[in-house]
Structure formats: structure tokens, C-alpha cells
């Protein structure tokens, strides 16, 4: 999520993070990353019981990777955490699937919904919509203006036999659905609408990290800046295009 709110300041639109980090030497660093790139921080580290979380990424000739990831204090992420102020001088706000939990996770979910102008979320893992599938379902389908999802997560959350069942699903949703394909693309489906576009050829790809992350920001930075869905799909592409040429997750 932090890896979508740097790419968004990147690309010149204002962005802000709310995100729970303990006050040690990780959450220093983490907070120095995002000021470094103009992300205002809403938040005030503390000495938690939890440390800050980490996550261990491995990397294999292919280019695919596997995250060990430990939440810590994030995990514990709460209605308290969340600046409704924050929330509410925002245009749009972006929530990270990882960290939808049940108890006091859900209450921050539910804060910053409640006070935002428009809500946009990212399924982030097939581990995740499968663990949490029926809640994921109802935030896709009643609280969520903007889903973002990869191939897999969205068959996955509802249950489709092939992609024809997620357009279908899509266009009676009436709501923006942004899908990756890997290979084949990406596709924006709102209501009728329909637009897709083609993946880059010929990358060098080294480290698939980040793709969806930095999709996501340049989807977003497009939409606030009323591009078109396929202009915005554009951008998207090109970021994601970038940060699989490199290691690490950040441009």
C-alpha cells in the first residue's frame, strides 16, 4: 500500500498514508522513506507492544517472488489510528486487503469509509480473498467504488468458472472493477464499459514485485486527474512496466 501512496506522490498528485508502525528502528525508517517522498504521514509512532512489521521477500531466477510477511503492529491497526479529518480532505482514499482482519482492523476499515469521499481497495492476495471471502464480497459489491484486483483474486472471490463470469459480474455490478492479466493485459469494466489494453513486450523483468502496487498508483493518479479509464490503464502499465525491470517495489 505505502509502495501505491509513494508512486502516486511520484507521479506529482498529493497523497498522505495512514499506517500503524511501532517506534523503533524499522518504524523510523519507514517514516523517513515516506517523507522523503512528500507522503504526508498521519500518524504518531509510539513504543507499541508489537514491533514494526517486516517482510522478507524471495526472489527466484523467474522473477516471481514469495513474501514472508509478519504484520506486527500493523496487524493491530485500529478505529483510533484513523484521522477522519484526513479521511475527509481526501478525494479518494485506497485500503490494503492485508490488512482487513476482523475486530479492531474492521473498525479502522470502517471509519475511514464512513468519512471518505470515495473508496477504492485492493484484494492484495488470493490467501487473503479466500480468508476472508464473504466480507470481501461485501465490501466489492456495497462499500467500494474502485476494486482493484489481479486475475486469480477476482475468480477467486466470486467463485467464477472462467473470466467471462468476472465481466458479467462487473457490468451488473454498475461499479469500477480494474483487473491485471499478467500477459494478457488489463481490463476496467464500469457497468457497460468496457476497456482493455495490452501488457508491454519485451521487458526485461527482473523482480515482480510491486507490479500490482505500482498499477494501482498510476490507475489512480490517472483517475483523479479525469483521464480516461484506458488512458488511466496506460499509466498503470507504465508503472508497473518500470518496477518489474528492478528490484525492490519503489521507483
Same mark, same amino acid.
Not at 522523503?36 to 512489521?53: A, D, H, I, R, W
Not at 468496457?194 to 493518479?221: C, R
Given at each position: 500500500?505505502?509502495?501505491?501512496?509513494?508512486?502516486? $506522490?511520484?507521479?506529482?498528485?498529493?497523497?498522505?498514508?495512514?499506517?500503524?508502525?511501532?517506534?523503533?528502528?524499522?518504524?523510523?525508517?519507514?517514516?523517513?522513506?515516506?517523507?522523503?517522498?512528500?507522503?504526508?504521514?498521519?500518524?504518531?509512532?509510539?513504543?507499541?507492544?508489537?514491533?514494526?512489521?517486516?517482510? @522478507?521477500?524471495?526472489?527466484?531466477?523467474?522473477?516471481?517472488?514469495?513474501?514472508?510477511?509478519?504484520?506486527? *503492529?500493523?496487524?493491530?491497526?485500529?478505529? #483510533?489510528?484513523?484521522? $477522519?479529518?484526513?479521511?475527509?480532505? $481526501?478525494?479518494?482514499?485506497?485500503?490494503?486487503?492485508?490488512?482487513?482482519?476482523?475486530?479492531?482492523?474492521?473498525?479502522?476499515?470502517?471509519?475511514?469509509?464512513?468519512?471518505?469521499?470515495?473508496?477504492?481497495?485492493?484484494?492484495?492476495?488470493?490467501?487473503?480473498?479466500?480468508?476472508?471471502?464473504? #466480507?470481501?464480497?461485501?465490501?466489492?459489491?456495497?462499500?467500494?467504488?474502485? *476494486?482493484?484486483?489481479?486475475?486469480?483474486?477476482?475468480?477467486?472471490?466470486?467463485?467464477?468458472?472462467?473470466?467471462?463470469?468476472?465481466?458479467?459480474?462487473?457490468?451488473?455490478?454498475?461499479? @469500477?472493477?480494474?483487473?491485471?492479466?499478467?500477459?494478457?493485459?488489463?481490463?476496467?469494466?464500469?457497468?457497460?464499459?468496457?476497456?482493455?489494453?495490452?501488457?508491454?513486450?519485451?521487458?526485461?523483468?527482473?523482480?515482480? *514485485?510491486?507490479?500490482?502496487?505500482?498499477?494501482?498508483?498510476?490507475?489512480? #493518479?490517472? #483517475?483523479?486527474?479525469?483521464?480516461?479509464?484506458?488512458?488511466?490503464?496506460?499509466?498503470? *502499465?507504465?508503472?508497473?512496466?518500470?518496477?518489474?525491470?528492478?528490484?525492490?517495489?519503489?521507483?
Amino acid at each position: 500500500m505505502a509502495n501505491s501512496i509513494v508512486g502516486i $506522490s511520484q507521479l506529482g498528485s498529493k497523497a498522505g498514508f495512514i499506517g500503524k508502525v511501532a517506534d523503533d528502528e524499522f518504524g523510523n525508517k519507514y517514516e523517513e522513506g515516506l517523507k522523503k517522498e512528500k507522503v504526508k504521514y498521519f500518524y504518531s509512532k509510539k513504543k507499541e507492544q508489537l514491533p514494526t512489521g517486516t517482510c @522478507l521477500i524471495l526472489v527466484t531466477p523467474d522473477s516471481e517472488r514469495t513474501m514472508c510477511t509478519y504484520l506486527g *503492529t500493523a496487524g493491530k491497526i485500529n478505529e #483510533h489510528d484513523v484521522s $477522519s479529518d484526513a479521511v475527509k480532505q $481526501s478525494e479518494i482514499i485506497f485500503l490494503e486487503g492485508y490488512l482487513w482482519d476482523e475486530g479492531s482492523p474492521k473498525k479502522a476499515f470502517d471509519k475511514a469509509i464512513k468519512n471518505a469521499n470515495k473508496v477504492a481497495m485492493s484484494l492484495s492476495d488470493q490467501f487473503c480473498v479466500d480468508r476472508h471471502k464473504s #466480507h470481501f464480497l461485501n465490501l466489492v459489491k456495497n462499500k467500494l467504488d474502485i *476494486t482493484f484486483a489481479n486475475e486469480q483474486e477476482i475468480i477467486s472471490l466470486i467463485e467464477a468458472k472462467n473470466f467471462d463470469d468476472v465481466v458479467n459480474f462487473a457490468k451488473q455490478l454498475k461499479k @469500477l472493477i480494474v483487473v491485471t492479466r499478467g500477459e494478457k493485459g488489463s481490463i476496467a469494466i464500469n457497468g457497460e464499459e468496457i476497456v482493455e489494453i495490452d501488457a508491454q513486450k519485451n521487458l526485461k523483468i527482473q523482480d515482480l *514485485t510491486g507490479a500490482g502496487d505500482l498499477f494501482a498508483a498510476g490507475f489512480l #493518479h490517472g #483517475h483523479m486527474n479525469n483521464l480516461s479509464i484506458k488512458e488511466s490503464l496506460k499509466k498503470g *502499465t507504465e508503472l508497473s512496466s518500470k518496477i518489474i525491470q528492478q528490484i525492490g517495489a519503489r521507483l
